[in-house]
């Protein structure tokens, strides 16, 4: 059964610094892409970038570019995205989930983690 | 990058209805790479359509897509208390997402 679960929520403060993870299971970990996607209260879906962990091939959209860090560890099927200095426009729930067998479908998703930025 | 506007905003039916939600690209996509999510309140997205037309695992039949080049619609045949929620769709081209604002089905 494929599975893919994502670390807690987070409260953090502006300017901290957080690295959330989503760790696959049940299929070939390092063959499929991951992609990360953010959703802010009340807002709409937006794609941040995917990483394919087979090799850590990268990709971002423009609008998040420098903004983050994807990053994988294949050796424990597990996906990042981080931040280096948080901001209060950060929170959002931010949603992990597999790219399947045609590019445009992302087939399980995890759960969500909720972030939280606040002073 | 392609935007992909979805109308209307908002659609008010009953159980039992036919619903029809359109997204429009403002150009074409990509081998109409087209999908179509489904999101409840304080649930992930789950895929429905892929490839414009092919619907994903699981996936009832009453729930289908159709559309090509600039124009794609997602029609649902006859509504189930279930199927009231946020619908979205989502383009990959030239190694991009892009998403849709959302119709919410009420």
């Known amino acids: 059964e494929v599975q893919v679960v994502q670390s807690g929520a987070e409260v953090k403060k502006p300017g901290e610094s957080l690295k959330i993870s989503c760790q696959g299971s049940?299929?070939?970990?390092?063959?499929?892409?991951i992609g990360w996607v953010r959703q802010m209260p009340g807002k709409g879906l937006e794609w941040m970038g995917s990483?394919?962990?087979?090799?850590?091939?990268?990709r971002y959209s423009p609008s998040f570019q420098g903004q983050v860090t994807i990053s994988a560890d294949k050796s424990i099927t597990t996906v990042y995205l981080q931040w280096s200095r948080l901001k209060a426009s950060d929170t959002a729930i931010y949603y992990c989930?597999?790219?399947?067998?045609?590019?445009?479908?992302?087939?399980?998703w995890g759960q969500g983690t909720v972030v939280t930025v606040s002073s | 990058d392609i935007v992909l506007t979805q109308s209307p905003g908002t659609l008010s039916l009953s159980p039992g209805e036919r619903a029809t939600l359109s997204c429009r690209a403002s150009?074409?996509?990509?081998?109409?790479?087209l999908a179509w999510y489904q999101q409840k309140p304080g649930q992930a997205p789950r895929l429905l359509i892929y490839?414009?037309?092919s619907r994903a695992t699981g996936i009832p039949d009453r729930f289908s897509g159709s559309g090509s080049g600039t124009d794609f619609t997602l029609t649902i045949s006859r509504l189930e208390p279930e199927d009231f929620a946020v619908y979205y769709c989502?383009?990959?081209?030239?190694?991009?997402?892009?998403f849709g604002l959302g119709t919410k089905l009420e």
């Open positions: 989930a597999r790219r399947g067998a045609s590019p445009d479908a992302f087939d399980f």
């Open positions: 049940g299929y070939t970990f390092s063959t499929k892409w």
């Open positions: 990483i394919y962990p087979g090799d850590s091939e990268t």
């Open positions: 150009r074409s996509v990509s081998n109409n790479y």
């Open positions: 490839g414009a037309s």
């Open positions: 989502q383009q990959y081209g030239r190694a991009l997402y892009t």
